[in-house]
């Protein structure tokens, strides 16, 4: 959507009977806004943002004072961590504040760039071309970032708006759309929000809720500052650096000493704890010769990335059940408790991934579970999404 013209909102307001002072700031703020990016639509208040989504005013300005109740809808799900009793909750928003954040991420967000080095939540981004950035690793290092959406806090998002062009309370405004505020235990909530007005005060200040539309690219845009310094640290010490979402990986095809690589990784904490992100320990690891090197599940140690022995003798697995005669499909999901149709797409996700990493791989893996005797409860549009 093209921006409309200063002149239109020059003429519409002296037609209304707008005063100057008034008109000027609307111009200005439009002028910020298409410095950023002329295709960013620009919004100068709440209510014009009510305007462009069609939703209520009230529910918008209820929603950013924290006083109505949103209505996210939780899930909670187990983390894989060895002697531990973790969740991950995945925060979905209704219908009504979901549609205004995918407002936000069609008009402005999908403008904005992530640093050269995310290859996740922005487009053609993928866990391949991440690892691409590390062939032939001799020496790896793999950083997770603990709660990486709830690391970013209202402040931060109200910051990225404002750099957008947006006027000051707008920004404040659309943080409060893109976040959620609740009490997250002694201990884990940040010092009480105060907003621009008296009627925005809130009891906490707000994280990005992982489930939104909005929270994966504003999450690269508050990890932009800190993959500048990550990347230019990478550098200087002669490695390669990616990021996928809370995934950082720094290689290098060089001899490395042990002491060289625990510097890095001290040194790659301290950034992230300076920018307000707390590394997993857990999740932390060195990986030098004669270890496996491994980044986003493919392996980095030759020119190009290459699936696990795991996953193809997964893929295997299956499609020896599914071709033999005296098991196939039917007999094969009963073993695993599940139904044909959700075996079926399971397997061709496994494949489908497998033609992205090895291609030559995929496609024969492809012809074998074409020939399976599938019975005919299968959408024909699956097989022709995957088709090369």
């Not at 990005?208 to 504003?218: D, E, R, W």
């Not at 920018?275 to 990986?287: C, S, V």
């Amino acid at each position: 959507m093209s921006a409309p013209s200063p002149q239109r909102y020059v003429s519409g307001g002296r037609r209304q009977g707008v005063d100057q002072a008034t008109i000027d700031h609307a111009l200005a703020a439009l002028a910020r806004i298409r410095a950023t990016d002329p295709r960013i639509t620009p919004v100068l208040t709440l209510r014009h943002f009510s305007v462009l989504t069609e939703l209520p005013y009230r529910f918008l300005r209820g929603t950013v004072s924290r006083r109505a109740k949103v209505g996210y809808r939780f899930v909670y799900l187990k983390k894989r961590i060895p002697g531990r009793s973790a969740k991950r909750m995945i925060s979905i928003p209704p219908e009504s504040l979901a549609r205004a954040q995918r407002w936000l991420v069609d008009h402005v967000l999908r403008y904005t760039q992530a640093h050269p080095a995310s290859f996740a939540f922005h487009p053609d981004s993928s866990p391949v071309q991440a690892a691409e950035q590390h062939p032939n690793a001799r020496w790896l290092l793999k950083v997770d970032i603990e709660d990486f959406f709830h690391s970013v806090s209202e402040g931060t998002v109200s910051a990225i708006f404002a750099q957008l062009g947006f006027p000051k309370l707008l920004a404040f405004e659309f943080a409060r759309l893109c976040t959620i505020s609740i009490d997250r235990g002694p201990g884990r909530n940040p010092t009480p929000r105060a907003g621009p007005i008296k009627y925005y005060t809130s009891d906490y200040e707000g994280f990005l809720p992982q489930g939104a539309p909005t929270s994966p690219m504003l999450a690269n845009l508050a990890m932009l500052r800190t993959d500048l310094a990550l990347a230019r640290c990478a550098e200087e010490r002669g490695f390669r650096y990616s990021r996928y979402a809370d995934d950082l990986a720094f290689s290098s095809d060089n001899e490395r000493s042990i002491a060289e690589m625990h510097k890095l990784q001290r040194e790659v904490c301290r950034l992230l704890n300076k920018a307000g992100f707390k590394p997993n320990l857990r999740k932390t690891n060195i990986r030098g010769p004669g270890t496996r090197r491994i980044v986003l599940g493919l392996l980095v140690d030759g020119p190009k990335p290459r699936l696990s022995r795991e996953y193809k003798d997964n893929i295997r697995l299956h499609l020896n059940y599914l071709a033999t005669p005296a098991f196939g499909p039917a007999k094969h999901a009963l073993a695993r408790k599940t139904g044909v149709s959700s075996l079926y797409h399971h397997v061709r996700g496994l494949i489908g991934w497998a033609q992205q990493v090895e291609p030559d791989y995929g496609r024969r893996a492809l012809e074998v579970f074409k020939a399976v005797d599938w019975p005919m409860v299968q959408p024909r549009r699956i097989e022709e999404d995957w088709d090369e």
